[in-house]
């Protein structure tokens, strides 16, 4: 096994160098090459094919952890690694300590994340683990002392993660921190038609955007995920048509901020909105995320109709990080207390039971107890059933971090007096004894019950039948909690299958085509040879190869000649593959 590089290579093109042998000169030395063969002592020393050493440096044949930190688009990059991985061979296992390689997917929005992030670093080099660094934290900040030697792939380039994974196998460490641009235009990222795993396969999660439009002085994101860069219309609803003929029955739409989309392409929000809402089947729902007050404002009467419709949840994330006029300025929010009273006031008004999720800051620098009762005040008065409170972190690098610090336990007290605030009421309390239509997506913690959501996206948790699990049924309320409430099923009503097609199981590939997803089925025989393709690898490398040329000159007449290839790869495996050892 060769030993890691000392220096880190800023590409995979920097692995070849003027030393190496050209393509001529190796022809040439190949000739001078006897082969010879070695006669094993015992069987003791044959390992199965199915089975390759766990030291393998054969690409496409190792265990691979994935481990994830962070927001709902940070999960929705894993899902697309793992897929893309799966796609070619790897084993994506839940065991770490069996793994071959660790792909740590980080997130920098705290400090403990990030402490999180360090420590399984570390744990992998104890454990002689191959390494691979994705997410925000190497994004942002990839000269840190406790990444160097360790590959890094950026989080725009999540369609070039099989190159990264295979040099590191060979002991290489990359580095691909580069951003996608078509014609000078950044992009918002990889292509959403890669291969993914979803971690739930009834729900999908869409980065609609990357990136955003503000500049908040405590935000570390920004450094990692830039300014806004959004997909075409036509690209999100195509995924989510996929989605659904893939058995989900949820969709989450996410990004940095979901309100700013399409102002980098000339369009909005609610213009995407009502392009989705077209494409969702009956008795499937659609999740918004995440929006900052200044870019919906201006669409409120649009969202107020799109949060009304019958297959959208009428449920927004709208952060107000504190009630201090003077705090936001410091935190450059970009809008003041009252422009987040005007969005969330008509929004009760317009959408009847809407549910209002907030964040709030314990602690930014300069923030008085005036301005700290202020928060208090206004999470008295809105009560909001689902908020993010959140003690302040100074983040190395950003402004906030060089302000005027509030003692530290100045900042735990506020944090606690603010969290005894909100366990002091109890928001559905007032439902008990209604009908409602929940979707069922999941399993509760404790693995006791199934967790549905009713159409303010309200946590409901129903009886462990299997027969629920996809299906959107009518339940009657009987008990509540402070975040959830229990239901059960009426047993006269109609209950929904939502899901268009059968869902794909847990740890199935999403994405692939027919002709892939043939191969992966039949092609064992490469198997008896890891040394050389399968059909299944060598279609994904073409398909792959599509991610560049298709952006540059005469990327059509490249896409057609890759296409032809790939098709007779696949002809070929399917008429003598499987009786031809390939």
């Known amino acids: 096994m060769p030993a890691a590089c000392d220096s880190v290579l800023e590409d995979i093109e920097d692995i070849v160098s003027a030393e190496d042998l050209k393509p001529h000169d190796r022809q040439f030395v190949r000739k001078n090459i006897f082969p010879k063969v070695r006669k094993r002592n015992s069987q003791k020393n044959i390992q199965t094919d199915d089975d390759p050493p766990s030291d393998s440096i054969i690409p496409g044949v190792q265990k691979i952890w994935i ?24 084993k994506i296992t839940d065991n770490s300590a069996e793994a071959d390689l660790w792909l740590l997917n980080s997130c920098t929005v705290k400090n403990p994340a990030e402490d999180h992030f360090r420590n399984s670093i570390k744990k992998a080099q104890e454990g002689k683990k191959k390494v691979v660094l994705a997410g925000c934290v190497p994004q942002a900040q990839p000269r840190q002392d ?30 691909l921190l580069g951003q996608k641009k078509d014609n000078g235009k950044r ?21 609609i955007n990357t990136g955003c439009l503000n500049a908040c002085t405590y935000c570390k994101t920004k450094h990692a995920r830039g300014d806004l860069a959004s997909y075409p219309i036509e690209e999100l609803v195509d995924r989510a048509k996929q989605s659904f003929q893939e058995g989900v029955c949820e969709i989450w739409l996410t990004s940095e ?14 213009t995407l909105l009502w392009k989705l809402v077209e494409a969702i089947p009956e008795g499937a729902m659609l999740r918004l995320g995440m929006t900052n007050p200044p870019y919906i404002l201006e669409h409120l009467e649009e969202m107020a109709k799109i949060l009304n419709h ?13 009630a201090s006029d003077s705090v936001l300025m410091d935190m450059k929010r970009e809008y003041c207390v009252a422009d987040f009273k005007q969005v969330v006031d008509f929004l009760k008004e317009k959408v009847p039971g809407i549910t209002i999720a907030t ?4 602690g930014f620098p300069g923030e008085t107890d005036e301005d700290f009762q202020e928060t208090m005040k206004l999470v008295e008065q809105y009560r909001f059933p689902s908020l993010f409170i959140n003690q ?24 606690k007096d603010l969290s005894q605030l909100f366990h002091s009421y109890n928001p559905y309390d007032h439902k008990v004894g209604e009908r409602q239509r929940v979707l069922v997506t999941e399993e509760s913690f404790d693995s006791n019950y199934y967790v549905a959501h009713n159409p303010f996206y309200e946590q409901v948790l129903v009886p462990k039948d299997p027969l629920l699990m996809g299906k959107m049924v009518e339940v009657n309320i009987y008990e509540a909690g402070k975040h959830f409430m229990k239901g059960q099923p009426v047993s006269d009503a109609r209950v929904y ?20 997803r043939h191969a992966s089925q039949n092609g064992t025989n490469w198997k008896a040879h890891p040394s050389a393709k399968s059909p299944v690898k060598a279609a994904l490398q073409s398909w792959m190869a599509l991610q560049l040329p298709w952006q540059q000159e005469g990327g059509g007449l490249k896409i057609l000649s890759v296409s032809l290839a790939l098709l007779a790869v696949l002809v070929v495996f399917y008429y003598g593959g499987m009786k031809t050892e390939l």
């Open 67 to 90: 481990r994830t930190w962070g927001c709902s688009h940070n999960n929705s990059d894993g899902e697309y690694m793992a897929g893309q991985l799966a796609a070619y061979g790897y």
């Open 146 to 175: 406790y990444l160097k030697g360790l590959s890094i792939i950026g989080v725009y380039l999540a369609d070039r993660l099989l190159e990264v994974v295979e040099e590191t196998i060979k002991g290489h460490s990359v580095r």
């Open 187 to 207: 992009l918002g990222g990889a292509r959403l038609d890669l291969p993914k795993i979803r971690k739930n396969p009834l729900i999908e999660i869409i980065s």
């Open 257 to 270: 901020d979901t309100g700013a989309y399409g102002r980098d392409i000339g369009t909005d929000l609610p």
């Open 310 to 322: 019958p297959r959208v949840y009428a449920f927004l994330h709208i952060p107000v990080q504190s």
């Open 359 to 362: 964040d709030i800051i314990c």
């Open 392 to 415: 302040f972190y100074p983040r190395p690098g950003t402004p906030a971090a060089k302000l005027h610090q509030v003692p530290a336990a100045v900042k735990k007290q506020r944090t």
């Open 497 to 516: 299958t939502a899901s268009i097609t059968r869902p794909l199981a847990k740890g199935e590939v999403s994405g692939l085509t027919e002709e892939f």
